[in-house]
């Protein structure tokens, strides 16, 4: 059974069997123990900021019978889920959605159940000198990010998803070199070995990054704290869920853009299972 027609059928139960007002106690199911079902991890997130729009909880959280992985709670105002397809804590009263996303909480209504995909760009570059780096973080004014528009949402299967794709459209070094050296002078690190930065691209080539673009392209150490490596492994993160159509390639570009450090495995805030 898919998680729709789960939904569906809780809800048409609970209003058939007039247990779905505010407040009614309910007997608890699906609980390991007697005790009362409470939200936990990001069902409680989603209730915080929803508050009496998602009701309290009636059930303990359960797996979705259909084998989706997805997890399900009932509560007296409608139903909140874990979208396994989207990392996305959700409530929905039926036709009303709510769901904890990287871009924080969205609403939205009609028959879908997944938060819709927001198109993200970033600004434009704003100076090409007097640029500061703080924390493994660029100049915003620097380098703000830029975005391939050969790349988008609905390609991403044929594109930065193929193996091997990155090797297709990154710049050669004589492009690069002579920029690095650029953008070395503009961060204020002119006279350093250049080994010991990576010309890196904010938004990685493999996330749909502009490959030459120089508001994309700046000077991170190879070592110290917030490093170039570390870097990677949180772009290899990304484009792992990217392609596993875990979170949507807008988000993935504006999370590593904005701030990469601070990406947090979504997982995390996903509940218990």
Same mark, same amino acid.
């Given at each position: 059974?898919?998680?729709?027609?789960?939904?569906?059928?809780?809800?048409?139960?609970?209003?058939?069997?007039? !247990?779905?007002?505010?407040? @009614? $106690?309910?007997? +608890?199911?699906?609980?390991?123990?007697?005790?009362? #079902? &409470? *939200?936990?991890? %990001?069902?409680?997130?989603?209730?915080?900021?929803?508050?009496?729009?998602?009701?309290?909880?009636?059930?303990?959280?359960?797996?979705?019978?259909?084998?989706?992985?997805? !997890?399900?709670?009932?509560? @007296? $105002?409608?139903? +909140?889920?874990?979208?396994?397809?989207?990392?996305? #804590? &959700? *409530?929905?009263? %039926?036709?009303?959605?709510?769901?904890?996303?990287?871009?924080?909480?969205?609403?939205?209504?009609?028959?879908?159940?997944?938060?819709?995909?927001?198109?993200?760009?970033?600004?434009?570059?704003?100076? @090409?000198?007097?640029?500061?780096?703080?924390?493994?973080?660029?100049?915003?004014?620097?380098?703000?990010?830029?975005?391939?528009?050969?790349?988008?949402?609905?390609?991403?299967?044929?594109?930065?998803?193929?193996?091997?794709?990155?090797?297709?459209?990154?710049?050669?070094?004589?492009?690069?070199?002579?920029?690095?050296?650029?953008?070395?002078?503009?961060?204020?690190?002119?006279?350093?070995?250049?080994?010991?930065?990576?010309?890196?691209?904010?938004?990685?080539?493999?996330?749909?990054?502009?490959?030459?673009?120089?508001?994309?392209?700046?000077?991170?150490?190879?070592?110290?704290?917030?490093?170039?490596?570390?870097?990677?492994?949180?772009?290899?993160?990304?484009?792992?869920?990217?392609?596993?159509?875990?979170?949507?390639?807008?988000?993935?570009?504006?999370?590593?853009?904005?701030?990469?450090?601070?990406?947090?495995?979504?997982?995390?805030?996903?509940?218990?299972?």
């Amino acid at each position: 059974m898919a998680i729709r027609s789960v939904l569906l059928l809780s809800l048409l139960l609970g209003l058939l069997s007039g !247990t779905a007002a505010e407040g @009614t $106690a309910q007997p +608890a199911s699906h609980c390991l123990t007697d005790g009362a #079902p &409470t *939200f936990e991890f %990001g069902f409680a997130a989603l209730k915080f900021d929803l508050g009496a729009t998602m009701g309290e909880p009636m059930s303990c959280e359960y797996a979705d019978p259909g084998g989706t992985g997805d !997890t399900l709670q009932d509560t @007296t $105002a409608g139903l +909140a889920f874990w979208r396994r397809a989207t990392n996305t #804590p &959700t *409530f929905t009263d %039926g036709w009303n959605h709510w769901g904890l996303t990287s871009r924080g909480l969205v609403a939205w209504a009609g028959t879908s159940i997944d938060p819709p995909v927001l198109n993200w760009s970033p600004p434009p570059r704003g100076k @090409t000198s007097g640029c500061t780096s703080l924390d493994g973080l660029p100049d915003g004014d620097c380098t703000p990010g830029a975005i391939d528009s050969a790349v988008t949402q609905d390609n991403v299967q044929q594109t930065i998803c193929v193996p091997g794709y990155t090797s297709t459209v990154r710049p050669p070094t004589s492009y690069t070199t002579p920029l690095k050296r650029q953008l070395m002078d503009a961060y204020g690190y002119g006279g350093l070995p250049l080994a010991n930065y990576e010309l890196d691209h904010l938004i990685s080539l493999e996330l749909g990054g502009a490959p030459r673009d120089p508001a994309n392209l700046w000077p991170l150490a190879r070592s110290g704290p917030a490093n170039a490596i570390q870097k990677d492994a949180i772009e290899n993160f990304l484009h792992r869920q990217v392609c596993d159509g875990t979170i949507s390639l807008a988000d993935a570009q504006q999370q590593v853009a904005t701030d990469w450090r601070s990406v947090i495995r979504s997982a995390d805030h996903a509940p218990v299972q």
